[in-house]
């Protein structure tokens, strides 16, 4: 498997509402691997092979990743806050950011204050410094709407384990990319959408603008998960997902069963090991809103296994998504015609 195009997501932004930079990355990836590229109106991008083909299957990773907005400076210069979906507060005062703006990059530092000890720890809470003294020259760097996110790399730790901000859900994005890049390698004839979406973490709007405009006989959700093996997580809360183990395939109200089937199939062929766990109700991932559009699509949920979620130092697994894409294109590859879905057949 080649990181390289891994490590530029992982290098760029995405807060949830200004995906472009990353969505830029994705572009120039995608450009020659497939036989159509196109974005829509909310910042979405698809990758499409075999546009033609009878049978449509949609593929969505999230572009966007947790982070802060810029809401106004105050009289010294300093920055105030929103939240764009769930960073992790705790983890932001004292740390060092990066502000990203319409005339480019700049960095600052959470102020470390008495309110970082609080145990309800709010966005308001929160105070960035630029290296400013009034809110004029603030107001000439930053405006309101800019996105923040922590000044983080990518580190690769002991065997093939993975640490960076934001692998929820860079690492989807990598994954339905690079499953479409191998299921053309190995003449899939299904025709495959696969699509970076934006706003996962807000709205999900790119999902559900994307699902409904294109209308897939099918999708398959590429997100992650919690893995139980991380400290404080439970095996009996939705399922034992150890890091490391493969593919996990969820099962739940909206997740389509046939669909399960066939990537088991697909995973047995492969000799691939896949991990299973519950949702009996919402997903909390793009398949929530693809899964009721048309007249209701089939959806599967396939997710990589992760600590230490929506903090600056989420840790993954290279072998997980190696795996990850090697099923969903042997997936695909089986495709070669109509798919029976019915439940009850």
Not at 60 to 70: F, I, K, R, S
Not at 169 to 187: P, W
Not at 251 to 278: D, F, K, M, T
Request: proline fraction near 4%; include cysteine.
């Amino acid at each position: 498997m080649k990181t390289e195009f891994l490590y530029k997501l992982l290098e760029s932004s995405a807060v949830s509402g200004w995906e472009a930079p990353l969505q830029r990355v994705v572009l120039a990836e995608m450009e020659n691997a497939a036989d159509q590229i196109f974005v829509d109106g909310n910042g979405s991008v698809a990758a499409v092979i075999n546009p033609d083909a009878p049978v449509k299957v949609l593929l969505d990773g999230h572009a966007d990743e947790v982070g802060l907005v810029v809401t106004c400076a105050n009289e010294q210069g300093l920055l105030h806050v929103a939240k764009a979906g769930g960073p992790r507060l705790h983890c932001w005062p004292g740390q060092k950011v990066r502000i990203f703006t319409e005339k480019g990059m700049l960095y600052g530092a959470v102020a470390f204050t008495d309110a970082a000890r609080k145990e309800d720890l709010q966005a308001r809470d929160l105070l960035i410094d630029i290296g400013v003294d009034s809110r004029q020259q603030a107001e000439e760097l930053v405006h309101t709407g800019d996105t923040v996110v922590l000044d983080t790399d990518w580190r690769m730790l002991q065997g093939d384990r993975i640490c960076s901000r934001a692998l929820d859900d860079k690492a989807g994005v990598f994954v339905v990319m690079e499953a479409l890049k191998r299921a053309r390698e190995k003449g899939c004839t299904a025709g495959v959408y696969a699509v970076s979406a934006t706003g996962e973490e807000t709205t999900k709007r790119g999902a559900s603008w994307m699902a409904g405009s294109l209308w897939p006989d099918m999708a398959i959700v590429v997100d992650v998960t919690y893995a139980s093996d991380a400290p404080g997580t439970r095996d009996a809360d939705s399922g034992r997902v150890k890091l490391g183990g493969g593919p996990v395939l969820c099962c739940g109200g909206i997740i389509s069963r046939p669909l399960n089937r066939l990537l088991e199939q697909a995973a047995e062929a492969c000799g691939i090991a896949v991990q299973h766990e519950v949702s009996t109700a919402r997903t909390f991932t793009d398949a929530d809103v693809i899964q009721p559009k048309r007249a209701g699509i089939p959806v599967a949920l396939v997710s990589i296994p992760l600590r230490y979620m929506h903090s600056p130092a989420e840790v993954g697994s290279l072998t997980d998504l190696e795996q990850c894409i090697e099923l969903i294109a042997a997936f695909l590859c089986q495709l070669s015609g109509p798919v029976e879905l019915n439940p009850l057949a």
